[in-house]
């Protein structure tokens, strides 16, 4: 959904095709000394700052006198610095700019979990204007067949470089050429853990019991995605590949919290930022912690 081009696109062209090399500028908030119409009293300063996307006027965030501003051109740098060792998939603007993102597949980090069944690590980098998200780079593994990340390490400190909003924000990217580097070597330990699910096997009763696991379902509780989770797990994207197994649940979680397959523009831009930023991608990383424990218990 969205801009759709065959192949890859150099970095500015990609920023380029999604509106995404927008400026905001820090500007002064002031609040209304007499809430109530006419509001004759005057105005009053906040001892606050808004984030303000300059082409649309756009209130993307309530900061303090010290935040930094980053511009889009940083993460556009960002992704034109890695461009040796990834190559890019796609920019996403999310919120009406509040947070921008770039998506870009390691060059060398692909490989079957089973035959047919594909995992590539991917790079996401991503720049915030909303008063709360930094400017930095992560890194996911994303199951081809239904096209899910796979966020399984995105709290280690090998797994992401982050910068926030203060001090020379723009010159602080040498971490990021060194993170790729352990990426690689993450990857690889994550996949050999995958294999092991797919060996492993699930029936639907056990696999009912990790679903309440993950989302914590106590007894006598209702979960209401607990029919399209048994779905997934037995007809879901890619399920033919390893039926029946730690890996089809583990997926099947991943597939409905963060999967963009089949879906508009706007609802696959939701499920991103879920995916990546939010409760789907808690979810996900709770699932393979407790895949990781079953298999290696």
Request: hydrophobic letters at 40%; glycine letters at 10%.
């Given at each position: 959904q969205g801009v759709v081009t065959p192949g890859t696109l150099p970095a500015r062209e990609a920023f380029e095709k999604a509106d995404a090399l927008f400026s905001v500028e820090k500007r002064e908030l002031f609040y209304l000394t007499d809430p109530v119409p006419p509001?004759?009293?005057?105005?009053?300063?906040?001892?606050?700052?808004?984030?303000?996307?300059?082409?649309?006027?756009?209130?993307?965030?309530?900061?303090?006198?010290?935040?930094?501003?980053?511009?889009?051109?940083?993460?556009?740098?960002?992704?034109?610095?890695?461009?040796?060792?990834?190559?890019?998939?796609?920019?996403?603007?999310?919120?009406?700019?509040?947070?921008?993102?770039?998506?870009?597949?390691?060059?060398?980090?692909?490989?079957?979990?089973?035959?047919?069944?594909?995992?590539?690590?991917?790079?996401?980098?991503?720049?915030?204007?909303?008063?709360?998200?930094?400017?930095?780079?992560?890194?996911?593994?994303?199951?081809?067949?239904?096209?899910?990340?796979?966020?399984?390490?995105?709290?280690d400190a090998s797994a992401k470089a982050c910068i926030t909003h203060k001090g020379a924000a723009n010159d602080n990217f040498d971490a990021l050429i060194k993170s790729i580097n352990v990426a690689r070597q993450d990857f690889v330990a994550e996949c050999d853990l995958m294999r092991e699910f797919s060996r492993t096997a699930m029936s639907m009763s056990a696999f009912n019991d990790y679903v309440d696991q993950v989302y914590e379902v106590k007894e006598g509780d209702i979960l209401r995605k607990r029919q399209k989770l048994e779905q997934a797990f037995r007809i879901g994207y890619g399920s033919e590949y390893a039926s029946f197994s730690l890996w089809n649940g583990f997926n099947a979680i991943t597939q409905l919290e963060t999967s963009t397959r089949n879906q508009t523009a706007a609802k696959s831009r939701a499920q991103f930022a879920r995916g990546t930023f939010g409760l789907g991608a808690q979810i996900s990383k709770k699932a393979f912690a407790l895949a990781s424990n079953l298999v290696t218990a």
């Open positions: 509001c004759t009293s005057g105005a009053r300063n906040s001892n606050a700052f808004g984030v303000v996307r300059t082409d649309t006027q756009a209130l993307l965030g309530v900061v303090t006198k010290q935040y930094e501003i980053v511009q889009n051109e940083s993460l556009l740098r960002m992704a034109e610095f890695i461009r040796d060792e990834a190559d890019m998939d796609c920019v996403i603007v999310l919120s009406d700019g509040a947070k921008v993102c770039f998506t870009a597949t390691l060059r060398g980090a692909q490989t079957d979990i089973v035959p047919g069944d594909t995992v590539k690590r991917r790079i996401v980098g991503y720049l915030g204007h909303d008063g709360k998200t930094g400017c930095g780079v992560m890194f996911t593994n994303v199951r081809v067949v239904c096209q899910n990340t796979l966020t399984a390490g995105h709290r």
